[in-house]
């Protein structure tokens, strides 16, 4: 019995050490805002990355940017770069950092910072534009998971 248990263990221990996941205030900058090392362990997959660029609930990357390559998606945007090509101009690393907190590259930048918990200028609660004490338990809009993702489908962008 002792076996079983033991074995149990050391196999769980195993998944969790497979699915870890380096926490918003954790990630490691680089001077440039960059990100060199990924989020997870797990690689991104270009197609959830689409997923979630055009999902409203998500990312909604298209409310904001045009992408030519996702000529399916209804009513992008043109206040923000478009997206087609980005990866012949940026590196994966600087594409992970513009996703996470694009302000450390472009500080003039009005695009939220996708995997960041603070600090903030001023939350809102809900769509009062009342400001709120800061809550203790933020979460991102995206997981670390979804990031690797969007990154990875923004690397199939290329000219």
């Known amino acids: ?21 380096i926490a918003p205030d954790q990630v490691l900058w680089a001077e440039d805002g ?5 989020l997870t362990d797990t690689p991104g997959n270009p197609d959830e ?3 979630i660029m055009a999902t409203n609930a998500l990312g909604n990357c298209v409310a904001c940017h045009a992408v030519e390559a996702m000529p399916d998606v209804p009513f ?10 980005v990866a012949d101009r940026w590196t994966e690393a600087e594409l992970r950092g513009i996703v996470v907190d694009a302000k450390r590259i472009f500080p003039e930048s009005f ?17 009062t534009a009342k400001p709120p ?15 690797e993702d969007v990154v990875a489908y923004l690397m199939t962008l290329s000219e």
Do not use: C, H
């Not at 960059?34 to 990924?38: A, G, K, L, R, T």
């Not at 992008?76 to 090509?85: K, M, S, T, V």
């Not at 004490?133 to 990031?147: G, N, R």
């Open 133 to 147: 004490e800061m809550p203790e338990d933020i979460k991102p809009i995206l997981s670390a998971q979804q990031v």
């Open 1 to 21: 019995m002792q076996r079983i248990f033991l074995l149990t263990f050391v196999v769980a221990g195993i998944g969790a050490a497979a699915m870890a996941e």
């Open 76 to 85: 992008q945007g043109n206040i923000a770069p478009q997206l087609d090509g």
């Open 49 to 51: 990355g689409e997923v």
């Open 111 to 127: 695009m939220p910072g996708m995997y960041k918990v603070g600090p903030f200028i001023r939350p809102g609660v809900a769509y």
């Open 34 to 38: 960059s990100i060199q090392e990924s």
